[in-house]
């Protein structure tokens, strides 16, 4: 199972789901996680069940704002401009200013629905107009990456626990 989504009681109900299909005896489940959700699930993680990736090194070589980017920012608009062009609307997305926020927006977006609403009311957090038209690599790192951790993990051998497929 492969998840980067970072709302941590999403990622709490897959480490739950994973488990208990690992006490089913389906010792082949694995989620595969960022490392920076793996430390936020703090003790749970540390567990054969859950694998993860290096995120900063994705970033590497990327053109970024420096703003702080969750959702509809520049990374996610530029995934958008590289393969559904026709969705985008440019001349929108020029007049759209960063929205300036920092981690404790950040803490009261994750509570979601009228806190998110409230504290994004355009719908984005962060710049969502990239500087670097090719931040859609960034994804294309991520998801070899994720492979990386589930060919390994498939590689292991029996009873090592995914924990060894840290990459």
Request: zero cysteines; a negative charge; hydrophobic letters at 45%.
């Amino acid at each position: 199972m492969i998840n980067h989504q970072g709302d941590i009681a999403h990622n709490q109900m897959l480490l739950e789901v994973v488990n208990g299909q690992h006490e089913a005896g389906r010792s082949g489940v694995v989620l595969v996680e960022p490392d920076f959700i793996a430390d936020r699930l703090g003790n749970a993680a540390q567990t054969p069940v859950v694998a993860t990736f290096a995120l900063q090194p994705l970033f590497e070589g990327l053109e970024l704002s420096g703003e702080l980017g969750v959702h509809a920012e520049e990374i996610e608009s530029a995934l958008m401009m590289r393969w559904f062009p026709e969705t985008v609307n440019y001349e929108a997305m020029a007049g759209l200013e960063p929205t300036a926020l920092g981690p404790a927006d950040l803490a009261e977006w994750r509570k979601g629905g009228e806190h998110a609403r409230r504290v994004t009311p355009q719908g984005f957090f962060g710049a969502p107009s990239p500087r670097d038209p090719f931040l859609w690599r960034f994804h294309e790192r991520m998801a070899r990456a994720m492979a990386g951790v589930v060919i390994s993990s498939l590689q292991k051998q029996p009873g090592e626990g995914a924990a060894a497929a840290r990459l």
